[in-house]
Every structure is written in C-alpha cells, then in structure tokens.
C-alpha cells in the first residue's frame, strides 16, 4: 500500500498568516470548476449549502455521467462523437494549519499542500464521460506527476426516467464507493460537508469510506433512487489487484419529499474477499483479503426558518476477523466487532457563512470518540475558509483537542 503523497511541513503561526494571504487552496471533492465551464451555470446550481455537497442537480449531473451541456460549443462526428470544444481542466488544492495540545508545542503546524492535484472531466462523448485526477507523488524521486484517482462513466441504456451505467474506477484514497454515490454522508471521502471526515461520518471514522479502491460499478439509477452494484478490491490500480477475486459492495439510495425536506435513506453492504498481491519481491505471490461492512445513511436537507440546513447520521458495523490469517480488511481484531455511529448539522446562518457541529464513536474493545465545532466561510463560492476546534479520545487515554485552520478552492 502506498502513502500519501503529501508531506507535511512545519511552520510557525506568523509564517501561516504569510501564506493563507495566498488564497490558494482542495483535492479531496468533486466540486470541480471543469464542470461549471462545461455547464456554464455556478458552483452553487449543483450543490447544497457549500460544495462539496451535492443537491438535486448535483445528483442528476453526476449520474448523468458528466455529460450535461451548456454554452460551450462541441465538437460533434458520427457515432456519438460530441466533445467539448476545450478540454476543461481544475486547479484543486487545500492548505491547513493546525495546533495541538497532544504534544505541548505551542507553535502549530502548517500542511502545505495538504492536498493538491489538476482534475480534467466532463463529457467525453454523448454518453460517456471521466474524471481524471492527476497530483504529484512525494514518494517519487523529483515528485513526479502520477495520477491518483481516475474514473470513466458510460451511460450504457436508459428505460424511461432510468438509466444504467457502467463506471470502472480506481483511486488512491477516497474510498470503494468513488465510482458511484450521491450521499453527503461521506459515505466516500470526498463527499462531506464539513472537514472533520471522521467526526461527521461513520463510514469515515472506520476506514470503509476512504483508502485505495479499484473496481467497476454497475448502476441503475433515477432521479429519486439509485442502485450501485461494484466489484471492486482495497488496492490502487489494476496491476495490484486479481480480477478474478473481487469483493462485491452493493449500495442502494433513496430520496423523497418530507414536508417540504428532503429525505435520502441508504444502505451500504460489503462482502466476499479479494486476491492482491503480497508487498515483496516473489513475483505472483498473492493472498487474500476479506471485505465486509454494513452501513446504514440518514440524510436530511432543505430549508429551516429561511435558512439552509442539513442533517446526517451513518452508523456502520464492521465484522471481527475469523483469525488472524482470514482477516477482514477493516477490522484486525479476532474478538470484537467494530461499530460507529455519527452525527452531524450545519445550518448557513448567512448566505457566504455556515456553522456546523459533528460527533462520532468508534467500539471494538474500547471506545473512540470524534467531535468537530467551526464554521465555514465562502470568500467566493469556489472559495471556503473553515475554523473549527476538533477532539478526539481514544478509551482511558487523556483527550487530544486540535484547532485547525483550512483554506480550500477549486479554479
């Protein structure tokens, strides 16, 4: 398994004031401006509250494949042959600054970048469209470019209002749903409406929403409901991984009206275990790994006294190991199940300012708790700056408490 390519750099808190002024700022999200030049409508015609976060339109263009036009002339031919007439790429990248009392230095730390990539997507033709992530490695001699999460979206038929898709995917680390799902419940990484993945999301919080992931994923999906069937393994790449061996993850949404809120419901399943490779030199060495997970999500979003408001709850259990040599990739432990629930709320108090509180627990043995309290500031709508104050408690051990500073943007 490979590490993150972002290495993080120690600063002073004066030297962060230097560098925020900056204003440039994250990977980790598909609210990607590519998008907007290819639609020609604003970052926030597809997303609620503060991109990341997905509203209806947002739902419908991602499983659309990316493909919705706008004012942007194309290139058309025959057989399905309609490409934007420019290739529209992104700039994403998030800076951090963060201090904390677990080691009684006082200075803090900034994270520069703390992520960083070019993202190319949109319609690659009338049915079919991608999204590229490209970044740099640090582990490479000269951080050479390498890219890190890549995804293609093939509309495959359509029956009425529903349509089927086809998504082969692969990413460094956000997670085995990448390939498909419109959640705000983090359900994968990228997808999260506040910065603390691990307070706000269970998924998060038990590693099932995030890591390396490579798979394809059949989808049936409407405007109210969507069904996400992927074979898929916990490794990057498909040289890392034997085909022959995928694990199966299903994941079933849907979406109604409650007095004027919206409703989604999800269900999460992972299963079955995966053949990779052993980190060593003997060529066509493999073992096996096993995949299981079951999640539950709750999400609720609409407007409260004129105001914006969203509200997610994920509870995820992650089956014990049968014995240390027939593993569950999320769960070591040969004892005890591992359980998470979370809890999250943010409400735009203005139009540019959003306020947010989350919490989670984690149980295997012990108990690990998460919680998060900031808010979150539009400087433009592809622009956000987050303060919050963050916790965390690993059973009889002291608290850690962080302040963190995050400045994102997408352009």
Known sequence: MRNSFAKKLGMSLAAFGLVAASMFTVQDAEAVPAFARQ???????????????LNAMGRSFLSGGYTMEGTQASIEGENAMKLPDTLNMSAISKIRHVSTNETGDDVGEI?????????????????????????????????????????????????GDIQFSVIPYATDGLGALYGYDTFNTAS?????????????????????????????ALVASSASWFVNYSAWGPVWGGGDADFSGLAALIRAGYFMDVAGLELGLGLTSMSGKVTTEADNAVENDTFDIGVGATGIDIQLQGDLAGMPVGLWVTNVTVPKSSSATDSN???????DDMTSTAF???AMVMPELG?????????????TTYGTIGIAYNIAQNIRLDVMQNTSKAGDADAVS???????SGF
């Open 39 to 53: 639609t020609g409508m604003p970052c926030n015609a597809c997303h609620f509250q503060q991109f990341p976060a």
């Open 344 to 346: 999250a709320v943010k």
């Open 111 to 159: 994270q520069w970048p703390d992520e960083a990539a070019l993202l190319v997507g949109g319609r690659a033709s009338a049915n079919a469209g991608f999204l590229w992530e490209l970044g740099l490695d640090a582990e490479h001699e000269g951080g050479s470019p390498e890219f890190l999460s890549t995804k293609y979206h093939f509309l495959a038929a359509n029956s």
């Open 188 to 216: 994968k990484r990228s997808q999260r409406p506040m910065e603390n993945r691990k307070a706000m999301s269970a998924y998060q919080a038990t590693g099932i929403g995030s890591g390396e992931a490579t798979g394809i």
């Open 329 to 335: 990739y999320y769960n070591s432990s040969t004892t």
């Open 402 to 408: 962080e302040q963190m500073f995050s400045l994102f």
């Open 355 to 367: 306020a947010y509180y989350a919490s989670s627990s984690v149980t295997t043995a012990d108990t």
